[in-house]
């Protein structure tokens, strides 16, 4: 396992929640 590819997927994943949590009003 490449720790590259570890890192990225949590990045992902901490990305997809972020946008999951941040309510539509505060995108731009």
């Not at 396992?1 to 995108?27: D, G």
Request: glycine content about 0%; proline content about 11%.
């Amino acid at each position: 396992m490449q720790p590259e590819s570890t890192t990225h997927n949590a990045l992902c994943e901490r990305h997809i929640i972020y946008l999951s949590i941040v309510p539509e009003q505060a995108k731009p």
